[in-house]
Each structure stands twice: as C-alpha cells, then as structure tokens.
C-alpha cells in the first residue's frame, strides 16, 4: 500500500498521523509507511512533526521481525556478477599491455581484472539495491543507479585511455596499480549514493560507513569458507590425479569472488531501509562492534609503545620506503577501527562505557594523529630530496586526507563536550566520506596530466638511450664504462657535469647514473648547456 498521499496529507497533523502509523501495523505496512514519512521529510526536512517521525521510524524498516533476505535478487545478480569476473579473469586474453613509442617493445602492465572488479561489482550491488529495495523512492534510486554507472564507467574508461601518455613505463605502472584502489574507493562511493536515496544526513552517511564495515567482514568469512571447500576439492581430485583446467578453478575464485559480494551485502543490508535504518544490535553487527572496541585499548597501547621507540629510530621512515607503506596501511586501518567501534545510536551502550569508549577514541585519534604527521614528513622528505612519483603524489594526498579527518574528530569533540559527543563523531566520520571521495577523483585524474611525457624530444636518440628514457624516471645521468665524464640527458640533450662536487651539489645519487651505455651512443645525443653553465666545452665520451 502506498502511504505518499496519507503522509502529505497529515504533515501538519499529528494525531492523524499517529493514528495513520497504527492502522499501518496492524496492516503489516509499517516498511511503506517509514518510506512514504522518509520520502516526505527529505523534501521537508523543516517540517518538525516528520523530524520528528523521522527518526523515530528510523529504524523501523530494519528490525521488522522475521526480515526476508532478497534472495530472488541476490543470487542472480551475484552469478552474472562471478561470470563476468570469471570471463574477465582470464588474464592471457584480458590484459593491459603498452607498446614502447620509441621502440615498439611489449610489456604487460597488470590485468583488466584488477582494475573492472570493483566497478562491476559495485554497479550488481547498487543494481540489487535499487531492486529489491522498491517503494515510494525507487525513482530516486534508479536516477542515481544510471549517473554512478555512467560515473564509474567514465573513470574507468579514463584511467585505460589515458594512462599510456604517462611516462615513464615505471609511473605508468605505479599509476595504474594505485588506480585499482581509487577506483575501489569509487565503487564504494557509488553503492553509497543509491544507499543514502533513501537518505542522506550525517547518521546516515556514518550508518552506511558500519554497514560497509559489516559487509566486508562477512565477505572475508565467506571468502575464507569458500577457499577452504575449493582447497578440498581440488585436493580430493588431486589425489587421483585429476587436475581440473585453469578455467575452473578461475570459476571457483574469480566467480566465487564475485558471487560472494552479492550475498555478504544481502545478508547484512535491508534494502528497503534507510542506512540508519538497518539493524546494528544483532548478530555479526553486534560482534563486530565488540571486536572494534576490543581492539580499540590494544591498539592505543601499542601506539604508545611505538611512539616511545620513535626517537630511537628517528630516521626509518625516511630512508626506508616500505616502512612509510606501513604507516600508510596503519592510518586507514586505525580510521576503519574508529568507524567500527563507534556506536550509531547512544543506546546501544551505558553512559559509563559510552564515555570510556569515548576516552579511548580521543585517545587513538591523538597517537594517529601524531604518526600521521610523522609519516607526512617522511614522505615529503623522500619527495623533496628525490622527485615527484605518482605514488608519493597519492600518498600525500591520502595522508593528508587521515589527518584532516582525525582533525576533525578531535576538534569536533572539544567543541561538543560529553552530551553531544557521539553526533559530533558521526560528523567528523561524513565529512571523512567526501574527502576520500574527493581525492579518489582527484588521484584518478591528475597523474595523466602532471606526467605526460613527449616521445618527440628523444626520437632521434639512439635505440638504447630510447628505450632507457621509457624505462626510467628523471633525472638520466649517463656515462660510458671507459669515460670518467657523466652527462645528464635533459629535453633529449647531454649536459656535462663539470665535477664530483658539482654533481654531489645538484642532489643527485649515483643510483641514478647509467654506467653500461656505449660511448658511441653517448656522442651520437646532441650536447647542451653544462652544469654550470658556461663551463666551457664539454668533453665528450
């Protein structure tokens, strides 16, 4: 039954609204009716009286009991989803690979899969979504289904197209390995703007944050089940000397993969809800709250700890790269442990565990704040004493993102004091949403235009300085085995380093120096200015 008259009717009308709500009950209706007062109050989020309804049929929808999961939904649109994932995982056939413009050579980059999985998975949830959710505001949820569809496929067609005028080979690679996480970023961005139809405040932009959370974890679980049938199967088979082909054993992890994701958010999410609507105080929801805030004193402790070493291992970070991935893996997940013990509703716990869990997120949030900057400054170290990559640019920006939101939670929290803290948190955590969002479209689309680079300038250069100025990033430094004279290959020119003190001064590393180049393709690059200039003329290998 449709309740969209009724309730517009009765906005100004508060005992026919609650006699509206009962008759509702008693009919079974109490879903429709949520959606037809969910529906009114967005248009009307003045309206005091469906403010007021709002959120006291926040939840409704969701703690229906015997809830129904979509299965009719769910499971088809989670096999077409696996066999397209399966089709795509056959790498021999679906593979990125680029041509040397200088030379022709083929080199494999990485697999289609890699990059497709998320925004068609993303596209089958919001599909299911959109379908099993129905109700006054399926309109709504069809308009954003078709703009996020067109949206991820626009950035994902970019990231394909435009990749290829980056160079080197070596940015190329990195800009598209991180572009499997941005467009991950992105696909999730997308489920949660067909989620947040049906609202979209700060309780349920933070709601969809836990319920994203929950779905992943159920994921993992059934991912971890699924791997263990297929480790049996195949064992089984394998012990009588059968060997099933490889386009089976994609189906079972490729495909699985893909049906999985369907059915972990069936399980989880009520699409017929608002994101605040769900439930968050039964079965894994509930556990996983318990984890998150289990964990949450463990990890401040072991904070503590760290940052007490620090001053004993000051420089690690800036000289070592894989501890800055470390911190840069810890920062977002000290953000999913803050999302994940965060309460949605005050009820969910006693005032005294609400303000020593409350303790204990300023806490975290102020150690992670400091590890940020810390990384933050390792990191801007290693670009000012080196160059500009597509990682470095990435993880900057990243880093910055961790600590403008744990910023905004602290200062958020000062401000609000014991009584409003827990909406000051869902605050802090919606404005987090669309700065991830904002720098998974900005970390899409600037590499290909701050590292283009021109094949025009070196095609006259010898084969092999051609193919090292794809293979390499600047600065190029050349020298012959028999010449004690090193060049720099600037604009497809050689520019003499006068002395070992003038090349020390100029902050290059011997790293970068290419020793096994001939002489003879050394003298064939035109000369250029020396370093420094006028040092009169530059001898020649």
Same mark, same amino acid.
């Given at each position: 039954?449709?309740?969209? =008259?009724?309730?517009?009717?009765?906005?100004?009308?508060?005992?026919?609204?609650? +006699?509206?709500? %009962?008759?509702?009950?008693?009919?079974?209706?109490?879903?429709?009716?949520?959606?037809?007062?969910?529906?009114?109050?967005?248009?009307?989020?003045?309206?005091?009286?469906?403010?007021?309804?709002?959120?006291?049929?926040?939840?409704?929808?969701?703690?229906?009991?015997?809830?129904?999961?979509?299965?009719?939904? !769910?499971?088809?649109?989670?096999?077409?989803?696996?066999?397209?994932?399966?089709?795509?995982?056959?790498?021999?056939?679906?593979?990125? +690979?680029?041509?040397? =413009?200088?030379?022709?050579?083929?080199?494999?980059?990485?697999?289609?899969?890699?990059?497709?999985?998320?925004?068609?998975?993303?596209?089958?949830?919001?599909?299911?979504?959109?379908?099993?959710?129905?109700?006054?505001?399926?309109?709504?949820?069809?308009? %954003?289904? @078709?703009?996020?569809?067109?949206?991820?496929?626009?950035?994902?067609?970019?990231?394909?197209?435009?990749?290829? /005028?980056?160079?080197?080979?070596?940015?190329?690679?990195?800009?598209?390995?991180?572009?499997?996480? $941005?467009?991950?970023?992105?696909?999730?961005?997308?489920?949660?703007?067909?989620?947040?139809?049906?609202?979209?405040?700060? /309780?349920?932009?933070?709601?969809?944050?836990?319920?994203?959370?929950?779905?992943?974890?159920?994921?993992?679980?059934?991912?971890?089940?699924?791997?263990?049938?297929?480790?049996?199967?195949?064992?089984?088979?394998?012990?009588?000397?059968?060997?099933?082909?490889?386009?089976?054993?994609?189906?079972?992890?490729?495909?699985?993969? #893909?049906?999985?994701?369907? &059915?972990?958010?069936?399980? *989880?999410?009520?699409?017929?809800?608002?994101?605040?609507?769900?439930?968050?105080?039964?079965?894994?929801?509930?556990?996983?709250?318990?984890?998150?805030?289990?964990?949450?004193?463990?990890? &401040?402790?072991?904070?503590?700890?760290?940052?007490?070493?620090?001053?004993?291992?000051?420089?690690?970070?800036?000289?070592?790269?894989?501890?800055?991935?470390?911190?840069?893996?810890?920062?977002? !997940?000290?953000?999913?442990?803050?999302?994940?013990?965060?309460?949605?509703?005050?009820?969910?716990?006693?005032?005294?565990?609400?303000?020593?869990?409350?303790?204990?997120?300023?806490?975290?949030?102020?150690?992670?704040?400091?590890?940020?900057?810390?990384?933050?400054?390792?990191?801007?170290?290693?670009?000012?004493?080196?160059?500009?990559?597509?990682?470095? @640019?990435?993880?900057?920006?990243?880093?910055?993102?961790?600590?403008?939101?744990?910023?905004?939670?602290?200062?958020?929290? &000062? $401000?609000?004091?014991?009584?409003?803290?827990?909406?000051?948190? $869902?605050?802090?955590?919606?404005?987090?949403?669309?700065?991830?969002?904002?720098?998974?479209?900005?970390?899409?689309?600037?590499?290909?235009?701050?590292?283009?680079g021109q094949a025009a300038d070196v095609a006259g250069l010898p084969e092999s300085i051609q193919a090292l100025v794809y293979e390499?990033?600047?600065?190029?430094?050349?020298?012959?085995? &028999?010449?004690? $004279?090193?060049?720099?290959?600037?604009? #497809?020119?050689?520019?003499?380093?006068?002395?070992?003190?003038?090349?020390?001064?100029?902050?290059?590393?011997? #790293?970068? *120096?290419?020793?096994?180049?001939?002489?003879?393709?050394?003298?064939?690059?035109?000369?250029?200015?020396?370093?420094?200039? #006028?040092?009169?003329?530059? =001898?020649?290998?």
């Amino acid at each position: 039954m449709s309740y969209q =008259p009724t309730i517009t009717d009765l906005a100004s009308d508060p005992e026919g609204l609650e +006699q509206a709500y %009962r008759t509702a009950v008693k009919a079974g209706d109490e879903v429709a009716f949520a959606e037809a007062v969910e529906a009114d109050y967005t248009r009307a989020p003045d309206n005091l009286l469906l403010a007021a309804w709002h959120y006291r049929l926040s939840s409704a929808a969701a703690r229906v009991k015997g809830r129904v999961v979509a299965w009719a939904w !769910a499971l088809p649109l989670g096999i077409l989803n696996g066999l397209l994932l399966w089709l795509l995982s056959d790498v021999e056939r679906f593979r990125i +690979q680029i041509a040397n =413009p200088l030379t022709g050579e083929l080199h494999n980059i990485l697999p289609v899969i890699l990059l497709l999985a998320a925004p068609i998975t993303a596209v089958a949830i919001a599909l299911f979504l959109t379908l099993a959710g129905g109700g006054p505001l399926a309109g709504g949820r069809w308009r %954003r289904l @078709l703009a996020v569809s067109l949206g991820l496929a626009a950035g994902t067609a970019y990231a394909l197209l435009l990749f290829r /005028g980056i160079w080197p080979r070596l940015f190329q690679e990195q800009y598209l390995g991180l572009m499997a996480l $941005h467009l991950a970023m992105l696909a999730w961005a997308a489920v949660g703007l067909v989620a947040l139809a049906r609202g979209d405040d700060a /309780g349920n932009r933070f709601a969809f944050l836990v319920k994203s959370l929950e779905a992943a974890v159920v994921a993992g679980l059934l991912a971890i089940a699924g791997g263990l049938f297929t480790g049996i199967t195949f064992g089984l088979f394998g012990a009588l000397g059968i060997a099933p082909p490889e386009w089976v054993m994609r189906l079972f992890s490729a495909g699985g993969g #893909g049906l999985i994701a369907l &059915v972990a958010v069936a399980l *989880v999410y009520d699409s017929r809800a608002a994101p605040a609507g769900q439930s968050f105080d039964e079965g894994l929801s509930k556990l996983v709250a318990l984890l998150m805030r289990l964990l949450l004193p463990l990890t &401040v402790g072991v904070l503590l700890v760290y940052l007490a070493f620090i001053p004993f291992n000051w420089r690690e970070p800036f000289e070592n790269r894989d501890v800055l991935l470390i911190f840069n893996a810890m920062l977002f !997940a000290v953000v999913a442990l803050l999302v994940g013990a965060t309460p949605v509703t005050a009820g969910e716990l006693s005032e005294r565990s609400q303000a020593w869990l409350r303790r204990g997120v300023l806490a975290l949030a102020a150690l992670a704040l400091l590890v940020s900057l810390y990384a933050l400054a390792a990191i801007l170290y290693r670009t000012a004493n080196g160059r500009l990559t597509p990682n470095r @640019l990435l993880f900057i920006g990243w880093d910055l993102v961790n600590i403008a939101i744990l910023a905004v939670l602290l200062i958020g929290q &000062v $401000h609000a004091g014991r009584s409003r803290w827990l909406a000051a948190l $869902h605050r802090a955590f919606s404005v987090g949403i669309v700065l991830y969002l904002v720098w998974a479209v900005a970390g899409l689309l600037l590499p290909p235009i701050l590292f283009r680079g021109q094949a025009a300038d070196v095609a006259g250069l010898p084969e092999s300085i051609q193919a090292l100025v794809y293979e390499r990033a600047d600065p190029i430094l050349l020298k012959c085995p &028999v010449s004690p $004279h090193i060049y720099l290959l600037e604009d #497809g020119k050689k520019r003499w380093v006068r002395d070992i003190p003038t090349f020390e001064a100029a902050g290059y590393a011997w #790293g970068d *120096v290419v020793p096994y180049l001939s002489c003879a393709d050394i003298r064939a690059v035109p000369d250029g200015e020396t370093i420094p200039p #006028g040092s009169g003329p530059p =001898p020649q290998p």
